[in-house]
């Protein structure tokens, strides 16, 4: 039975398996596709085809890494309802493991704090905390902790919000956490900030942006630079402030994150109000509440409401200031943020003077005032004097919580079947062994392959250069009996006729002089073929010269020496080669070929070293010329690959021309036997 399962499973695994890596590989592909596009609708494009196509693969991985990245792409675009909807969509359509659930009820609660659903905001967070603790992601219980800090904090609830703050950083040092650390440690300092506790929100705000900047998040040193520059707004120092808020607004527009645009504009929009920079100050709060608006964020339309009502009363518009307040006010009650409710009711107050209701100015200073006294309770005031004692212990609390939860953990996990587990494990093993067997007898059978076209190649290479080494011995033996020797017994023939005087002397002396000349030419001849001592004292230009002459004086054809770039000599293996490539090769033209003319160029620039031999003859199939029995081809291949070339050779048979390429690194590494290759 057992023998069976394992068949089973081996066959899943040899004919499953690689279609699901396909699979994979294709999805990966459109979401990469996704990760590197230039704007955020592309992204959200290609994004929604990883998502698409990974249901209908019934891919539950790609389902869910499709799913997080639209989340995050919802977020930066401002499409909170449309990501509140595709979540509640997409949750019951696929199976989802506990991490995903987790992060996609987080996105929900996230999607709502920008618009200001404070109740919906916390639900939906603790929710996605009671996930995280039953599969013990303790980088998740950081997150969301801390974003329920968040929550508190916007309702004005600084006990509340501090506990979850305190009890985020010590998870997140534990785990040592570095991106959760640097959050954890800016909303501190906005606890500080709120309780106007200018100094160590400053402390708090610059180590967080020192630790973001290291990270490269720049989302998050955005959000820090509007918070430095609301601390040093609080302290009157509106000339540090200003420069923090052109900062935020650049890399917010960089982003192309709606909200960061938004909460830099409303700030920025501010400080321009302060410098009654009037009309910039408008556009910028017009701008923010666009956003607001178009994002369904209900908090940013209180603010912003509240900024452009302030405006129109600083620019003598009371009436336009009161209906400004009023709607802000009514989203501020509507949704408990009650800082910004105080900010209205003070507004209003002023407002109202400004038209002599002074009815209505009195009504709303009596509700500034309580609001002001219900947010400035002792007990939050008892909450932020004992917040680092608060921290201290809250560390040890949540440690000794934390192995509780580790303890209880292992314990239902002995309650498993012990037996199914070794089972799947050692079958896993099994698995693994087998794939790892497979890949180590491929790869040796890879490497044995590479080695072995090595040593043919260099087979190939050596035999290549022998040859070469043989024909130009019988050419020489050739060379030096047929002209030589002739030449020799002709002078041999003089001497002995000169000796049995059958000869006139002067005439003997003048036919021998003729022969040594004779036997002087064809020896200076042979030396030519064999090394040209032009090529040995001036290098490969002169000797391509000097050949080049010697071919036009055979008035067969016209051959023509271009250079660009050479201003000192190349090694002398580089010159070699490149002598008798072109040698080979010109000689070849002149034999089968019917061409009139042959141009030779030879450049190089930093890199390269380049040869180009160009004729106007007929063209011909290569490849007759490749896999011929001769060895001309063989020996040019074996002098480009001396100096790492390659050899290119364009022509077709019944169109006139051919060339002839070679392409050479100018920086060789040689082993040194290399540099005694014949020449």
């Not at 794939?435 to 059978?445: A, C, F, T, Y």
Request: aromatic share 8%; glycine share 6%.
């Amino acid at each position: 039975m057992i023998k069976n399962i394992v068949g089973y499973l081996l066959i899943l695994w040899v004919f499953i398996l690689p279609a699901q890596n396909s699979d994979s590989l294709t999805f990966y592909q459109i979401l990469d596709s996704a990760r590197s596009s230039s704007n955020l609708e592309q992204s959200e494009t290609f994004a929604k085809k990883a998502l698409e196509f990974s249901l209908g693969k019934h891919f539950d991985h790609g389902i869910t890494e499709s799913a997080m990245f639209l989340g995050g792409v919802y977020a930066r675009q401002g499409k909170f309802q449309e990501g509140i909807d595709f979540y509640h969509g997409i949750i019951p359509s696929a199976h989802f493991d506990g991490m995903a659930l987790s992060s996609m009820y987080n996105w929900i609660g996230i999607y709502h704090v920008y618009m200001g659903h404070y109740d919906s905001t916390e639900k939906y967070f603790l929710k996605a905390l009671s996930y995280r603790i039953s599969i013990e992601d303790s980088t998740g219980i950081g997150t969301t902790l801390n974003n329920l800090g968040n929550v508190n904090l916007s309702k004005s609830q600084l006990e509340k919000a501090t506990e979850y703050y305190t009890k985020s950083l010590e998870i997140r040092e534990i785990i040592q956490d570095s991106a959760g650390i640097a959050s954890s440690t800016n909303n501190l300092g906005l606890v500080f900030y709120k309780r106007k506790m200018f100094e160590p929100a400053i402390n708090y705000y610059s180590q967080a942006l020192d630790m973001n900047r290291k990270l490269q998040n720049e989302s998050k040193e955005a959000l820090i630079l509007n918070n430095l520059g609301n601390v040093y707004d609080e302290k009157e120092d509106f000339d540090t402030s200003y420069p923090y808020y052109q900062q935020a607004l650049e890399k917010a527009l960089k982003l192309e994150d709606q909200r960061l645009i938004a909460i830099s504009s409303t700030n920025l929009g501010v400080a321009e109000f302060r410098r009654e920079n009037f009309d910039k100050a408008e556009d910028l709060f017009i701008r923010a509440l666009n956003i607001r608006v178009a994002t369904q964020d209900k908090q940013g339309q209180a603010e912003v409401m509240n900024e452009l009502a302030s405006l129109k009363l600083k620019l003598g518009s009371p009436k336009e200031a009161i209906k400004y307040f009023q709607k802000s006010n009514n989203i501020s009650l509507e949704i408990g943020a009650r800082e910004i409710t105080q900010q209205n009711f003070l507004g209003l107050s002023e407002a109202y003077a400004k038209i002599s209701d002074f009815e209505n100015a009195y009504l709303n200073q009596v509700s500034y005032s309580q609001q002001k006294d219900s947010i400035l309770n002792e007990e939050n005031q008892r909450s932020i004097n004992n917040l680092i004692a608060r921290y201290e212990t809250q560390k040890k609390e949540q440690q000794i919580a934390l192995q509780q939860a580790e303890i209880s953990e292992q314990q239902a996990e002995n309650q498993r079947n012990t037996i199914f587990i070794v089972a799947l494990i050692t079958l896993v093993v099994f698995l693994v062994i087998v794939s790892l067997l497979i890949r180590s007898r491929s790869q040796k059978k890879q490497a044995l392959l590479i080695q072995e076209a090595q040593i043919k190649l260099r087979e190939t290479q050596i035999e290549a250069a022998l040859n070469s080494q043989e024909s130009e011995r019988k050419r020489f033996a050739r060379d030096l009996h047929d002209g030589f020797g002739q030449m020799i017994s002709v002078l041999n023939l003089n001497l002995k006729s000169l000796e049995k005087g059958e000869t006139d002397r002067n005439e003997a002396f003048a036919n021998s002089a003729q022969v040594l000349d004779d036997m002087y030419k064809e020896l200076k001849g042979i030396c030519f073929n064999l090394m040209p001592e032009t090529l040995i004292k001036s290098g490969v230009i002169d000797a391509l010269k000097e050949f080049a002459q010697r071919v036009n004086q055979t008035r067969k054809l016209m051959l023509e020496i271009d250079t660009f770039g050479i201003d000192e000599r190349l090694t002398d293996l580089q010159e070699i080669s490149i002598y008798r490539i072109s040698q080979e090769w010109i000689n070849n033209v002149l034999k089968y070929s019917d061409a009139t003319k042959i141009t030779l160029s030879l450049t190089k620039d930093e890199e390269e070293l380049t040869l180009l031999i160009e004729d106007n003859g007929s063209g011909f199939d290569k490849n007759d010329l490749i896999s011929g029995t001769g060895n001309g081809w063989k020996n040019m291949n074996s002098r480009a690959n001396l100096i790492k070339g390659v050899l290119e050779l364009d022509t077709t048979a019944g169109i006139k021309g051919s060339t002839l390429i070679v392409n050479a690194p100018i920086h060789t590494k040689h082993h040194k036997n290399e540099t005694n290759i014949p020449a």
